[in-house]
Each structure stands twice: as C-alpha cells, then as structure tokens.
C-alpha cells in the first residue's frame, strides 16, 4: 500500500514538472552605469542646497540597489562666486559614499568644435579639483568621457586626441547606451519648478519607455554588429529627473535582465577593442562605431518623443 502512495506522489510530482516547466534562463546581461556632467547639467541655474539635496537622492538610490557607478565632472560648473566650497563638497559626497569621478573637461568643450588644442587645454583644467579629491580617497583620476561623444571629425585629430588621453593617464570610457536623459531632464526640471506634477508624471512614463526601447535596439544591435551582447554602458546625467527616478529606470534595467556592474569591468569585454575607424562631426555610441567602422550603418534607432522635443524647443523659445 505504501509503494502505491509513493509511486502516486512520484506521478504527480512528474506531471507537476511537465505541466509548469522551470522558465527560461534570462541572458546574463550587463551594464555599468555613468553620469555625466557633474554636479548637474544645469548647475549653474541651481543653487549648491539644490545641488546637494538632488545629489544625495541620487546616490542613496544608487546605493540602496548596490549600484557602482562612475560620475563625469565638469569643473567649471564649481566656480559660482560664494558657493565653490559647498559644490566641491557636493562632488565630494561621491566619493565618500563609494563612487567614482571622472574628467569630462573643464567648459564641456566639443573636440569636433574646438579642435585639438583647445580640447586638450581644456582636460587639463578640468583636473586639479577631482585629481586632489580622488587623491583624499586614495583614488587615481584614470576615466576621460567625450563631451558630446564627439571623438574627433577626422581620423588624424581622433589618434592624437587618443595618445594625448593615454599619454595624460586616461581610459576612454565609451558609451553602448545613450536614451538622451538629458533631454527628457531639461522638460522635468522646468516642470518641477512650476509644480505641474501631470507634466512631470508624463516625461518620467516617456523617459522610462524611451530607455527601455533604446535597450531594446541596443541589444539587437550588439547581436548584429559584435555577434553577442557585450557588457553594456549606459549614459545618465546628473539631474533632478535622475534625482527623482532613477530607481524606476534602474528596476527597469533589472528586469530586461541586467546585473549592474563596474566601469572597469565592462571595459574588460573584448568588444571594446573591436575596430573603430568612426570620424563624424556628431557623435555618437560604439554600437554605432563598430556598425559603422564594419560598413554596416544603424538602422531602426527608436524615435525620441516628438512630444518632449516641442516642449524643449518651447523652453528654449525657438
Ligand atoms: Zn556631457
């Protein structure tokens, strides 16, 4: 009798197993995060409490999910008469709470629109403030991030560009994903300032399924241009739409399957040794890059909301 009940559990047990198979194993995707223009896009309209306030919101999140994260400076965004040792601090809280700065130059200065020289002058300004902070950390400043990802309009200028960066110390950090926060940003933050919260509500449902389409194209870009998904590099930028809602975009990124992983670590993909021979006067993604390097140029890019482009064009009174 008691076989019988065993061999009746047995049964069941197996047709439980065919009935509800085990779900499909997600792809073992990855991606470093990195943000831009420290302390904030629009620092120079935001006062050093705002700066600070927005800014720990940020990295709080960024912690609270176990994030690494590697943030880009441009110094120049420090010099506000009265309030540069207050912004200092506010770079400052990124290294005490475990992250990572980098240089993106002093002005934000285009390589494609400035040129070489005044490129280079600007990195080197851009550097006595963070190199001094990360040195309080023991850090080293080792990560240089194109303003505009502008890496140079012809081949020549983007090798020396190149060795000028490595002969300085510097690792390019390259960007995989770019969903254009700053633009979503710049709609929000006027928005916030008004306190139209319906409008508010709606650039965070566009910027969070703009990111997730531009995920999408990314990864089936990766696919047809490297053969695989590299370990991917996502663009943000320092703004209070990031302040607010990057938890939102971060448990987005999770459940397309992502872990979150360090700058350096992506870096160690071979992908991001593949062939790059981009030049271009606007700049753009290394998917984009290598596609292009390979003669096989983008195609399907997701559209950015037309809505949000009105709206800033409405900002910016044009
Ligand atoms: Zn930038």
Redesign the pocket.
């Known amino acids: 009798m008691k076989l019988r009940w065993l061999i009746a559990i047995l049964v069941l047990f197996i047709l439980k197993q065919l009935a509800w198979p085990a779900p499909p194993t997600q792809p073992d995707r990855q991606v470093a995060i990195t943000i831009?223009?420290l302390p904030a896009?629009s620092a120079e309209s935001m006062t050093a409490a705002t700066l600070t306030e927005m800014t720990s919101k940020l990295l709080a999140t960024l912690r609270q999910q176990n994030v690494p994260a590697v943030g880009?400076v441009?110094e120049g965004k420090l010099y506000k008469a009265g309030e540069v040792d207050a912004r200092i601090k506010v770079l400052n809280m990124w290294l005490d709470s475990g992250f990572e700065l980098g240089n993106?130059t002093f002005h934000?200065t285009s390589l494609n629109r400035a040129g070489l020289e005044a490129w280079e002058d600007d990195i080197v300004q851009g550097e006595p403030i963070i190199k001094l902070l990360l040195a309080q950390h023991k850090m080293k400043l080792r990560y240089f991030?194109h303003?505009?990802l502008d890496t140079g309009a012809d081949l020549q200028t983007r090798r020396e560009a190149e060795a000028f960066l490595s002969r300085r110390g510097y690792s390019v950090a390259p960007v995989t994903v770019d969903g254009w926060d700053w633009n979503f940003a710049g709609v929000y933050e006027d928005a916030r300032k008004r306190g139209d919260t319906a409008l508010m509500q709606e650039v965070v449902r566009l910027y969070l399924a703009h990111h997730d389409a531009m995920f999408a194209y990314c990864e089936q870009l990766s696919r047809d241009v490297v053969g695989y998904e590299p370990r991917q590099i996502l663009l943000l930028?320092g703004n209070q739409l990031e302040g607010d809602h990057i938890g939102e975009l971060l448990n987005l990124i999770r459940q397309r399957g992502y872990r979150f992983i360090t700058l350096e670590e992506a870096l160690a993909d071979p992908a991001y040794s593949l062939p790059d021979t981009y030049v271009g006067v606007e700049g753009t993604s290394w998917l984009e890059h290598w596609a292009i390097t390979k003669g096989k140029p983008p195609q399907g890019a997701p559209q950015f909301p037309p809505q949000i482009v009105e709206r800033t064009k409405a900002l910016r009174g044009y």
């Open positions: 831009d223009d896009g880009f441009n993106h934000h991030r303003p505009y930028h």
